[in-house]
């Protein structure tokens, strides 16, 4: 009555009709009706699958005739071993073991079951698709390899891309252009010995490309275990009164960096020249000026340069808030840069969350210790 | 032959029809008069440079575009397969196929030598007169104009939106920026688009030869509204600006004691203060002390800011510039304006008869239901708690009519 592979859809169906009222009757959040739809549509599609396979008895000899099953051209040659099992057993066990452990593991396990499943659905449906194994071979080819080389590809560059970082990341700054030069050598004098020796059996190449592959996937995966070399950053703002109020040298300011790498172009640039003078330069125009506008709840980029011949700071004052009833100052935030050594620079990121006119004291940068060193922000 | 004979079969007649009319419908189309957003009329120097550039570029695709495409379609009906034996297959034929490298290489150095050098022109900064700073953010556009010697001298900022007023005949430098997600700029007549990125500052030249408005819009999908962020380019004669940036400048004019408009004051400073911000705006403790009323938008937006609503009613639009504060017919008496009068009209304002009252009542009745926006108090909570556009207030019809007063006042 029932043919095998509509048996399948039938179970299928009712599953997903059965989880789907049990997902109504116990899950009410905001995003159930997502979760439903994709279970009704599940439900629809398998009866739909379940219906064709009736149909057509699943595209097989008749259901009736049950000595054609063993004799049909189809049943004739033997399927071959597969792997998909056991890959889907694996992507079980990931599944099962990501629930208790990490979640990064379970989406793998899903992942992967997935794919087993898939492949092995498409598999055993081509290797029953006639009685010639070569013609199964190529179907299945045809549907699968515009699928399987540009993923299997794209996985194989992320590895080795990966792989290759993690070494880069594990060695000194000092090593890493020098083994890399190493490397690039070796792999151009390979690809000419490869090239130059035309008679070189495909195995011993496949050999020595898989040797460098292992040795570069588990180099990578040992230096990944291992760690990043230590990387120092080194703060370069300082929202501490008393390091701002000074040109007093810090501990910070001995490592700070005096080079900017910031990509992002300036909405300003504040300069202090060599006669002790602090101006203002905005983007869109080169006149000095001692008045900076600065937009409202917006981050500005702001460069510091210092074209003077001693180390200084620039402090940003960043308000003077009182309190209305009492006159009393509630707060008095400042920021600032490290030292900056003549001929350094420095980058700030400002932000004003209110218009001058909340303040008492006017928003302005200053050079400490310098007198008349001061430009006024205006803000909007 | 009879007539008949020669007529197609009906099913390919319709189809011809149909194409037909499809390709008159497209043709047409760039017929359309009155298309305020229209880059084929450059309307100042920078958008001029563009157009110079790009309909001889366009004239030299189209040309070797018709030529490719009759070309081949010769070609796929002259050597169709109707069962013929296959040609004698030749490969290589190196005087034509050098000729046919050179020459494309020679046209496209043609389109480069103008199209490099325009770019570079457009990119001058060297003869700015005039700085403006455009910030976008979901979905209108902030103008503000920093201190500056430029635009004829501006002593204090000014903040405004929707309407960008420039000098005409002027080389102004807008510095665009964002708020919150990617925007773009563009006055199709004025110039070429630029990105605003939040986080970055990019200039755009700005130049008007002659007083009027400039219609445009927000060309990088922003999210719900992006339909609804447009922008204008307001021209004046520079003379008209100066008095345009005076009247930014005045101070506070607090409205009558006892008049409605009284009323819509404490209203506003109630209900919307919080967001807008009215310069120069101040509340009175009952100890009599006198405070500035500060907005503080970062607390209840996600771009931390709304329009400045200082001199609301010195622009024609609102909630940007998607609806008219001016009614139709006073908008017309604006927008057809001949150049010379234009700024005085401009300059009017909106008065009493002139205000578009619906729309703008409908806005303040419920913000939310006239543009989508993200500002119900659920869709706050999916973003911190804050809300992208101006959420729905809940006022009665007598508290928006006191405001209604109240903003008319802002000129
Ligand atoms: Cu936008």
């Known amino acids: 009555m029932f043919t095998t592979g509509s048996k399948l859809f039938i179970g299928g169906t009712v599953l997903a009709v059965v989880a789907a009222i049990v997902f109504a009757v116990s899950y009410d959040g905001d995003r159930a009706w997502v979760a439903g739809i994709g279970l009704i549509a599940a439900a629809i599609a398998l009866s739909f699958l379940m219906g064709i396979n009736l149909w057509v008895r699943d595209s097989n000899v008749g259901g009736m005739q049950a000595d054609a099953t063993t004799t049909s051209a189809a049943a004739q040659s033997r399927p071959g071993n597969s792997m998909w099992p056991i890959v889907g057993a694996l992507g079980g066990a990931l599944v099962v073991i990501g629930i208790v452990a990490t979640p990064v593991v379970f989406k793998a396990g899903i992942v992967v079951l997935l794919i087993a499943l898939f492949e092995w659905l498409v598999q055993s449906w081509s290797e029953r698709a006639s009685a010639d194994p070569a013609f199964n071979a190529s179907i299945r080819a045809r549907l699968m390899h515009p699928l399987e080389f540009p993923v299997l590809g794209a996985v194989g560059l992320a590895v080795i891309i990966y792989s290759f970082s993690r070494i880069m990341l594990f060695l000194s700054k000092e090593a890493g252009p020098a083994v890399f030069v190493v490397i690039g050598a070796l792999i151009t004098v390979g690809g000419f010995l490869f090239a130059s020796k035309a008679t070189l059996k495909t195995s011993v190449v496949a050999g020595i490309s898989t040797i460098a592959a292992l040795g570069l996937v588990s180099t990578g995966a040992v230096m990944a275990i291992d760690g990043e070399r230590d990387m120092h950053e080194y703060p370069t703002v300082s929202n501490d009164p008393t390091v701002c109020s000074s040109n007093a040298e810090t501990e910070t300011d001995e490592r700070a960096s005096q080079t900017v790498a910031a990509k992002s172009n300036v909405a300003a640039t504040v300069i202090f020249n060599a006669d002790r003078q602090l101006y203002v330069q905005q983007i869109g125009t080169g006149a000095y000026s001692r008045v900076a506008t600065l937009q409202r709840s917006n981050p500005s980029p702001v460069m510091f340069r210092n074209l003077s011949d001693e180390a200084v700071r620039l402090k940003v004052n960043l308000g003077t808030f009182t309190d209305p009833a009492t006159g009393t100052v509630t707060s008095q935030p400042v920021t600032c840069t490290t030292l900056v050594e003549p001929d350094g620079r420095q980058f700030l990121s400002l932000q004003f969350p209110k218009s001058s006119l909340a303040t008492t004291q006017p928003y302005s940068f200053e050079v400490p210790e310098v007198e008349g060193a001061t430009v006024e922000i205006v803000v909007p | ?411």
């Open chain 2, 1 to 411: 032959m009879s007539r008949r004979d020669t007529r197609l079969p009906a099913r390919r007649r319709r189809t011809l029809g149909a194409v037909v009319a499809g390709a008159a419908a497209l043709v047409l189309g760039g017929c359309a008069q009155d298309a305020p957003q229209d880059t084929w009329q450059p309307a100042g120097d920078n958008a001029q440079k563009i157009h110079d550039l790009q309909w001889p570029v366009f004239l030299v695709a189209g040309v070797i575009g018709v030529i490719v495409l009759a070309v081949v379609a010769f070609a796929v009906v002259r050597f169709r397969d109707r069962g013929q034996p296959m040609p004698e297959q030749s490969h290589g034929k190196p005087a034509l196929e050098i000729a046919l490298t050179i020459l494309p290489a020679l046209i496209l150095v043609g389109v480069g030598i103008p199209t490099v050098s325009t770019v570079f022109d457009l990119a001058e900064e060297a003869d700015t007169e005039c700085i403006i700073n455009v910030t976008g953010q979901q979905w209108w556009w902030e103008y503000d104009y920093p201190v500056q010697d430029g635009c004829g001298g501006i002593s204090a900022p000014i903040v405004t939106s929707g309407q960008l007023v420039i000098p005409a005949d002027t080389n102004v430098l807008l510095r665009l920026t964002s708020r919150d997600v990617i925007h773009s700029f563009w006055i199709p007549k004025l110039n070429g688009k630029k990105d605003t990125v939040p986080g970055r500052v990019h200039t755009l030249r700005m130049q008007a030869d002659e007083p009027g408005i400039y219609a445009g819009q927000c060309t990088e999908f922003c999210g719900l509204s992006h339909a609804n962020m447009k922008m204008e380019a307001v021209a004046l004669f520079p003379a008209d600006f100066q008095t345009w940036v005076a009247n930014q400048l005045e101070d506070y004019q607090a409205p009558a004691e006892g008049s409605l408009a009284a009323e819509g004051e404490a209203t506003f400073t109630a209900n919307c203060a919080y967001c807008h911000q009215v310069n120069g705006l101040t509340t009175t403790a009952p100890d009599g002390s006198v405070t500035p009323v500060l907005a503080n938008p970062d607390e209840f937006v996600v771009s931390g800011a709304a329009p400045n609503l200082t001199n609301l009613m010195t622009r024609n639009t609102f909630a940007g510039a998607t609806w008219d504060l001016l009614t139709e017919e006073c908008r017309d008496r604006v927008w057809n304006a001949p150049p010379e009068e234009f700024g005085e009209r401009y300059l009017a304002g909106v008065s009493a008869d002139c205000l578009n009252e619906v729309d703008l009542r409908e806005w303040i009745r419920n913000a939310p239901a006239k543009k989508p926006m993200y500002a119900t108090a659920d869709q706050a909570a999916n973003s911190g708690g804050k809300f992208r556009g101006m959420p729905a207030l809940g006022l009665n019809e007598s508290q928006i009519d006191q405001i209604i007063a109240y903003l008319l006042e802002r000129h």
